[in-house]
């Protein structure tokens, strides 16, 4: 009886397994054929009907072909490179990169558009000169867009004596393409570190985009810590212009990259908040990552949104500290 039933769970384990490669391999086909799209819809659908015909009706031999055509699928897929050199949208036209001299780190291509709408404006890029001595903290933005679950991280650099740096992790979008959550599991988007003026990149979300949310937190780390952390930025932004990567919404997107950015030994301790990462405020609160002004998470939280002050502050020149004033993340702990 043993025996049966061990055998039973390795048949139904091996079943479930072919249904999940066979749905990733028509999923494959559906997103990242080189064909139109009504063409690469009749491939995942063919594949997905060829293959029941020979798992089911053409016994050992017709399962084998089926499983060759998934070695042949996958082998396609992974070979596919990703590049540098598309036709962009325009706010992910340019590739950011640093040069570093001592103290002293210039930035190119960091993008500081001036907005009319979130889809009406004109393309500008800059080159900015900071110094890692005068760094002097991270904030972080964690921005919604609809589900109190998803979220996007953008980390903005504290300078003494200069206006922030934000980098911003996203998909590299081509002109005509749209953010699928699916298709983000292949290989349709790259991914990019956008480095940007803070009235840029927060303000888009709040005062042009409709249905987002920024709440903005200072992280509770050192100055060194800080400048450390901006190295690690600077050492992928300057890897990603010289060798693409692809994005992946499960293991290379906007918080996954954030925690890579550091040596194996380390990293923060895994957590599934950090693939459900609009639950990652939560998980830094629990840790001591944020700064809370003496407050407990909900109160944080609530107060920590600046949609309002954003919107008021719009074109202002001291926006940045605007959007801070009365926050209590930048308040000293009662």
Not at 57 to 62: E, N, T
Not at 199 to 206: A, E, S
């Amino acid at each position: 009886m043993l025996i049966r039933l061990l055998r039973s769970l390795c048949v139904k384990s091996t079943a479930l397994l072919v249904v999940l490669v066979l749905l990733w391999a028509a999923g494959a086909l559906w997103f990242d054929l080189p064909m139109p799209v009504l063409e690469r819809k009749l491939a995942a659908v063919t594949l997905l009907l060829g293959f029941a015909a020979l798992w089911f009706f053409a016994g050992h031999r017709g399962r084998l072909a089926g499983i060759a055509a998934l070695v042949g699928i996958a082998a396609w897929w992974f070979s596919q490179r990703p590049s540098n050199d598309r036709p962009w949208q325009p706010d992910v036209a340019q590739t950011a990169w640093a040069e570093i001299q001592g103290d002293e780190v210039t930035l190119h291509n960091v993008r500081n558009c001036d907005y009319r709408t979130e889809t009406d404006y004109t393309p500008r890029w800059e080159s900015r000169t900071v110094r890692i001595s005068q760094i002097t903290g991270i904030d972080l933005a964690i921005n919604y867009w609809g589900s109190p679950y998803m979220a996007h991280p953008i980390a903005s650099f504290q300078f003494a004596d200069a206006p922030p740096v934000c980098f911003s992790i996203e998909t590299r979008k081509e002109i005509g393409e749209s953010y699928s959550a699916i298709g983000g599991i292949y290989r349709q988007y790259e991914l990019i570190y956008i480095v940007a003026d803070e009235r840029d990149v927060i303000r888009v979300r709040t005062n042009y985009r409709k249905g987002e949310d920024i709440y903005l937190y200072h992280l509770n780390i050192t100055p060194e810590t800080a400048r450390m952390r901006f190295m690690d930025y600077i050492a992928t932004l300057n890897q990603l212009r010289d060798h693409a990567r692809w994005y992946n919404a499960v293991t290379t997107n906007c918080t996954t990259s954030i925690r890579t950015q550091h040596a194996v030994a380390k990293r923060a301790p895994w957590d599934w908040r950090i693939l459900v990462n609009g639950k990652g405020d939560e998980m830094m609160f629990e840790r001591g990552y944020l700064h809370t002004g003496g407050l407990g998470f909900a109160e944080l939280k609530a107060r920590s949104l600046i949609d309002d002050r954003a919107r008021a502050a719009n074109d202002a020149p001291d926006f940045s500290a605007r959007i801070r004033a009365g926050e209590p993340s930048f308040q000293p702990d009662r």
